[in-house]
C-alpha cells in the first residue's frame, strides 16, 4: 500500500511538471496507422505511428492529476483554457494532452482533432475523456508522426515546461503547422520581473528533482518566437499552484 502510494505520488510530481519522454519509436507501419487513425498520421520520415513506446505512470495517476489541477482549474486556468482554444479551427493537433482538459475547450470550428501524449496512463485517461471526438496518439511532441504542413492548428498548455528539448519541439510544431496556421499555447515560464524570476532559478533544480525534470524558469516565449511570430500574448498567473510555476503566458503565435 504504502509503496503504492509512494509510486503514484512521485508519477503524480512528474506529470504536473511534464516528465520527459523516453520514448523512442519502434513498430510503426503504416498500416498500423491507416487503420487506426485515418490518413492523418504520416510522418515526413516515412513512417507513422498510432503507439509510440514510452513510459507508462502508476494507474491512477491520470485521476490524481486531475485532482492536484482541480483548484488551479477553478481559480481561473479552465476560463483561460476556453478562451484560448476558441481561436482553433480545421485539423487540430495538441501536444502532450495529458488526461484531457482540453478537450471540452474545442469549438464547432474544429473539423478533425488529433490528441498527442507519450505517456500510456494519461493516454487511457484521455481517450476516456475524448471519446469519438478525437484520435489519441502516443507520441513525443518532438517526433510527431505528421507530414509537414498538415495541421490547421497547434495546441500546446503547460507542456513545453518539460519537453527535453524545447527547441526542437518548436522546431517540430513549426513543421507541422501549414503556413498561415496557428499555434495557440499556455505555459508556465520564467517570471517578469526580477526578483521572482531569481527565487524560480534558487528553486529550479530542487524543483525538477522533485518534479520529475519541470523547468519552473524557462524563456518558453523566447524559444517560441525562434520559430515563430507571436502575434498574441498575455501574462496570467495560474492561481492555486506553488508561486514559482505560476507565471503564464497564453496567446497565439503564426
Ligand atoms: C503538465 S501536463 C499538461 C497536460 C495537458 N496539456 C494540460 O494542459 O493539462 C504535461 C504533459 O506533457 C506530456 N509530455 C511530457 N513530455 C512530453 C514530450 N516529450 N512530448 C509530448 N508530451 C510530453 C506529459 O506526459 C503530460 O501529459
Redesign the pocket.
Known sequence: MWARTVGITATWLQ???????A?SAACWTSADCRSVTRPLIYTARGRCSTRLPGRRSARGTGAL?DLV?ALGERRGLRAL?GAVLARASGRTL??????G??VAHYPDAVTELVL????AE?ARRLRRRAGATAVVVE????ALPLADASVDTVV????L????DPAA?VAELRRVLRPGGSLLF?EHVRAGTPRAARAQRRWARPWAIVAGGCRCDRDTLATLGAHFDVTDVARHRWRGMPAIVQPLIAGRAA
Open positions: 506529470r504536473i511538471c511534464c516528465l520527459p519522454t520514448a492529476y489541477l483554457r495538441e501536444i502532450g494532452a495529458g488526461t482538459l482540453n498527442t501524449e507519450p505517456d494519461m507520441a513525443d511532441a518532438a500546446s498548455t503547460m507542456v515546461c518539460t519537453v527535453p519541439t499556455i
